[in-house]
């Protein structure tokens, strides 16, 4: 059973880089058959895909995000990790990694539990 | 950016009602289409996939069906465990999900 899990600080400061890591256990984000994404949920508002990231490195990210996001791979450590700059109240949100499968563009079937990280000076 | 929009926004049913929730694209994604299903401080559950697949180890009460820009989920019978916020996702052009329909006790 493919389980992931997000780790990193519940607390970023306006303006600066938000950084979380995911770290997949029962699986390998070397699979070539997967993606590994970022999707995120402002407190009581809906979902929002950030990106994804493929074993090899190739990325895809949301356009309305992509100048701030930076998704990378370890598959060494299996893990795959998200930054995002300059981040403002807006970006508090909970962080969810999840595994991506489809053809062209994807669907997620494993999702982490879960990390609220809050933008607050 | 395609939209997509649910409705409707919250759905008060009753144990055993048949439920349906309706998902509509800004422009076609073929069958491009996902449903969760989440439930408070959990993250989603994938149901539905590629618009009328059923995810293995999900109930047969759920299914899903459309293409182009309307579609469906459909809850057969309501069960207790089904009282959670559905969201529909596209996958045809990038990623985007509906704002959710909370599926509430009548």
């Known amino acids: 059973q493919v389980q992931l899990q997000e780790s990193g600080p519940g607390l970023a400061k306006p303006s600066e880089t938000l950084s979380l890591t995911c770290t997949v256990s029962?699986?390998?984000?070397?699979?070539?058959?997967?993606?590994w994404s970022w999707i995120r949920q402002p407190p009581g508002k809906g979902l929002e895909w950030i990106g994804y990231?493929?074993?090899?490195?190739?990325?895809n990210y949301n356009p309305s995000l992509k100048s701030r996001v930076t998704i990378s791979v370890d598959t060494s450590k299996n893990q795959f990790s998200l930054n995002m700059s300059s981040v403002t109240a807006a970006d508090t949100a909970v962080y969810y990694c999840?595994?991506?499968?489809?053809?062209?563009?994807?669907?997620?079937?494993?999702w982490g539990q879960g990390t609220l990280v809050t933008v607050s000076s | 950016d395609i939209q997509m929009i649910q409705s409707p926004s919250t759905l008060s049913a009753s144990v055993g009602d048949r439920v349906t929730i309706t998902c509509r694209a800004s422009?076609?994604?073929?069958?491009?289409l996902a449903w969760y299903q989440q439930k408070p401080g959990k993250a989603p559950k994938l149901l539905i996939y590629?618009?009328?697949n059923l995810e293995s180890g999900v109930p047969s009460r759920f299914s899903g069906s459309g293409s182009g820009t309307e579609f469906t989920l459909t809850i057969s019978s309501l069960q207790p465990d089904d009282f959670a916020t559905y969201y529909c996702?596209?996958?045809?052009?990038?990623?985007?999900f509906g704002q959710g329909t909370k599926v509430e006790i009548k």
């Open positions: 999840a595994r991506a499968r489809g053809s062209s563009w994807y669907h997620f079937d494993y």
């Open positions: 029962g699986g390998s984000v070397s699979n070539i058959n997967y993606y």
């Open positions: 990231i493929y074993y090899s490195g190739n990325t």
């Open positions: 422009q076609s994604v073929s069958t491009w």
């Open positions: 590629k618009a009328s």
């Open positions: 996702q596209q996958y045809h052009t990038y990623l985007t």
